[in-house]
């Protein structure tokens, strides 16, 4: 058994795609799945088929554990905590940062070195340059095996020794994808009634998001001061320009539950006297638990 081995348990699409990039990087790699045929083109690549999950735990130093949920990792796992002592364990579910945290507990009790982590990645990108994958938990285990990682995507990135900060990060960054998305949605909804197709919008979309990432660069400056100079433009600004879009939407016979929802948070920091601030001063809307 080398350093350089590893195991993959589950073998969904997700399973699939880490397993075939850590064989494509040639790494020794044996995989495991309730379902056996999910691993046949994985074989004929090389992988090492393994009979039990215990069988594939035993086989390498670390063991990459990929399956549907938290409940489903601990049903893969809760049977393995002996054959684990003293390997690294990493979580690629998605999941809670609670959960993660009661994952690591699990493991420390068993003496099993664990790092969450989250695949920002679809399956079609696992192994590219246009993956990345975050981990946290012991530095020295990530660093260890941080050179096996990297060949699950070239953005791989350790964040910190909190297990519950890949996931923290993870569901923050599918919130700015949702975000984005149903935005973009909107959008073509909108332009759809002038009978504007959506791949005629699309790079006016892609464009504009670019041109807001800068926003999001100078805003977390703002956000990290607590400071929302006006450098832009005014709450009370954006706050008419959300009213042309409701209007619109209205006109247009189009859902606004979206822009709606917007104005209803503008309208709380109006209310508290921010209209002349910057558009980062939302923040504090956002760090306040809902009524």
């Known amino acids: 058994m080398r350093d350089t081995d590893v195991t993959v348990l589950g073998l969904g699409l ?39 999950a215990r069988d594939a735990a035993e086989a390498s130093p670390l063991v990459v554990v990929c399956v549907s949920d938290h409940t489903a990792v601990r049903a893969v796992l809760d049977p393995l905590g ?22 690591a507990e699990w493991a420390a009790e068993r003496g099993i070195t664990y790092l969450d982590g989250a695949i920002m990645a679809i399956p079609q990108v696992v192994g590219t340059a246009d993956a990345f994958l975050l981990y946290s938990g012991p530095e020295a ?67 504009w998001i670019e041109a807001v990432t800068g926003f999001v660069s100078a805003y977390a400056g703002q956000v990290d001061q607590g400071a929302y100079p006006a450098l832009d433009a005014t709450i009370d600004t954006h706050v008419a320009t959300v009213d042309h879009l409701i209007h619109e939407s209205e006109a247009a016979g189009v859902n606004t539950e979206l822009p709606r929802l917007v104005r209803t948070l503008a309208d709380r920091a109006l209310a508290e006297g921010q209209g002349g601030l910057g558009y980062a001063a939302m923040i504090e809307q956002f760090r306040r638990p809902s009524a």
């Not at 880490?18 to 691993?39: C, E, I, M, P």
Request: glycine content about 12%.
């Open 14 to 52: 997700m399973g699939q795609a880490l397993a075939g990039a850590f064989l494509k990087d040639g790494h020794a790699t044996t995989v495991w799945n309730r379902s056996a045929g999910k691993a046949g083109r994985l074989a004929e690549q090389g992988a090492v088929l393994a009979s039990s």
């Open 82 to 103: 002996d054959v684990l002592a003293g390997r690294v364990l990493v979580n690629l579910t998605s999941g809670t940062s609670e959960q993660a945290r009661a994952t």
């Open 141 to 207: 285990a990530y660093e260890a095996h941080e050179p096996t990682l990297r060949s699950l995507g070239a953005g791989t990135t350790y964040l910190g020794a909190d297990h519950g900060l890949s996931s923290l990060y993870d569901v923050a960054l599918l919130g700015i994808m949702w975000g984005t998305l149903n935005s973009f949605l909107h959008g073509a909804a909108l332009l759809g009634t002038a009978k504007v197709e959506a791949t005629t919008f699309a790079p006016f979309a892609n464009r």
